[in-house]
């Protein structure tokens, strides 16, 4: 037996944040940016906090119109101050709840591009270092981000998507292409047990790609979210994987 971390983007706007949060382990809450505010931070928190949630910060871009999906053209002193301005803010309301936050996890483009930019890796995991060094930095497996955060110092989780199919250089597939997102609770089963048990990810292209797989990602804003959650849920512990998150 062993255990996964089931991780989901919340705080997003959207009315499934319960209903998910019955199937997953960490809680990555959005911070004002690309959606949410100030209220439903807190709400998001305290729902964390009531199912036993490691909490963590998802900072995005400045783009609600384009749910930080959009890549944008900033300095990396611009970077880090986004960065740290999104965790404190949530570090904050943790903190006015009596609680802690566990982890960071960048969002949509800010992600992505830090994923494949090492400038970019190496200034959020500063950030991150800098608000809290005990923080644990959530990445694309066999990403810069991964790679700058354990130079840094910092903990890391290497994170694999169960919604999202990959291509053939272990990235995920544009948003923009037709086969970008997982379909059936089935293919998604399939993909993150491989992932857990093989180490591997089949790419669009039918590669066999080598992946760490620490924490499994669900999106919240999936139009099957819940269903894919509990599905994915039911099928770990079938497999004897014990659901936990990897601060606790």
């Keep these: 037996m ?3 971390d089931i991780n989901c983007d919340l705080g997003e706007g959207l ?4 209903g998910l949060m019955r199937y997953i382990s960490s809680a990555n809450i959005a911070c004002g940016y690309h959606a949410g505010d100030a209220a439903i931070m807190k709400k ?5 906090i009531q199912y036993e949630l490691a909490i963590g910060a998802h900072p995005g871009f400045a783009d609600k119109p384009g749910f930080g999906r959009k890549e944008m053209n900033l300095s990396l002193n611009e970077i ?5 301005k999104q965790v404190f803010d949530l570090q904050e309301i943790c903190l006015s709840r009596g ?3 566990s982890h960071v996890k960048p969002h949509g483009a800010l992600y992505n591009m830090s994923a494949r930019n090492e400038a970019m890796a190496q200034t959020i995991a500063d950030a991150v270092f800098a608000a809290d060094a005990q923080l644990i930095l959530f990445g694309l497996s066999g990403s810069f981000s991964i790679k700058a ?4 110092g910092l903990k890391t989780a290497s994170e694999v998507f169960a919604d999202r199919t990959y291509n053939d250089h272990g ?3 544009a948003r923009s292409e037709p086969n970008a997102m997982i379909e059936t609770v089935e293919d998604s089963i399939q993909q993150v047990l491989e992932m857990l048990q093989e180490g591997t990810v089949t790419s669009t292209g039918r590669k066999k790609i080598s992946i760490q797989a620490d924490t499994i990602c669900i999106h919240g804003d999936g139009k099957k979210a819940i269903v894919f959650a509990q599905n994915i849920y039911e099928a770990l512990q079938k497999n004897q994987v014990t659901i936990k998150p990897l601060s606790f």
């Design 149 to 152: 955060a354990a130079a840094r």
């Design 2 to 4: 062993f255990s996964a």
């Design 99 to 101: 609680s802690r936050l």
């Design 171 to 173: 990235l995920l597939t």
């Design 80 to 84: 880090f101050d986004l960065v740290s």
């Design 15 to 18: 009315a499934n944040d319960a």
């Design 44 to 48: 998001t928190v305290d729902l964390a």
